[in-house]
């Protein structure tokens, strides 16, 4: 009881903080990456093609609950998490084709499809089995409508980005809390932790992309490799539901 409550006193507070700070508008600088070379005809190419490794694992993801075992309580998380990964590609290279906010929508809608669904399962899976499968869809629902929330107000001239904000960053500062304060009932915990550090250094060299790419004398640039370590890290999320530890032990009824 006290570890719940802590979560959601962690979240409020949260939510009390972006509420007080004010509106948070998109920075036009968002938009200008390092790399902008055009090759094969295809703008900001390296940025576009990295996405292509999201398409492959979501894909590969898909296709594999179909063959595995896997934790049958959260399979449609790991489902709508696959598919997340695989629209993440598609809408990141739709978006980096022509960097801006209106096609900005269609990398981060299926980003918070992808963050829903991850940490829905984590609750599911760490705090409570029924807790987890009722968030499902609702969280998705606050997921998208917070990025359609965002793109209204930036049309309306007051961009708000403290919705998605919420979504995406609040699930990142509980999940290390809910490792450490939580046993999880049928996964590893491995899988979550090192998916956490690869999403770590992808932000970290997004950070520092121009940084990077005078590094290595424009060879590279820091989103660029953000992309290709990102990827792998969502391949740990996707171990952690196909690999229970009690394969076949947990199912729908055992949980009502």
């Not at 600088?29 to 940025?47: E, L, M, S």
């Not at 694992?57 to 399979?75: A, E, H, M, N």
């Amino acid at each position: 009881m006290i570890k719940h409550l802590l979560l959601t006193i962690l979240t409020i507070s949260g939510l009390i903080v972006l509420f007080l700070i004010g509106p948070i508008p998109q920075d036009p600088a968002y938009h200008h990456f390092a790399d902008t070379q055009k090759i094969f005809g295809i703008p900001n190419f390296f940025n576009v093609i990295t996405n292509l490794p999201f398409i492959i694992i979501g894909i590969w993801g898909l296709l594999r609950v179909w063959t595995d075992k896997i934790v049958t309580s959260i399979k449609p998380h790991y489902i709508i998490f696959c598919a997340g990964i695989f629209l993440i590609g598609l809408g990141s290279s739709f978006y980096h084709l022509h960097p801006d906010n209106p096609s900005l929508v269609w990398d981060r809608l299926p980003i918070t499809i992808a963050f829903m669904s991850f940490f829905s399962a984590l609750i599911a899976e760490y705090v409570s089995p029924n807790m987890g499968k009722k968030m499902l869809y609702p969280a998705l629902a606050v997921g998208i409508v917070s990025v359609i929330y965002w793109h209204i107000t930036e049309t309306l001239g007051a961009g708000d980005l403290r919705p998605y904000a919420a979504v995406q960053y609040i699930p990142l500062v509980l999940t290390p809390l809910i490792l450490i304060m939580y046993e999880p009932q049928n996964t590893y915990k491995r899988y979550v932790f090192w998916s956490l550090v690869f999403y770590g250094l992808s932000k970290v060299f997004e950070i520092f992309d121009d940084e990077i790419f005078r590094f290595f004398q424009n060879a590279i640039s820091g989103h660029t490799i953000k992309h290709l370590l990102a990827a792998p890290g969502s391949i740990f999320v996707i171990k952690m539901f196909m690999n229970p530890k009690n394969p076949g032990s947990m199912d729908e009824a055992e949980i009502r």
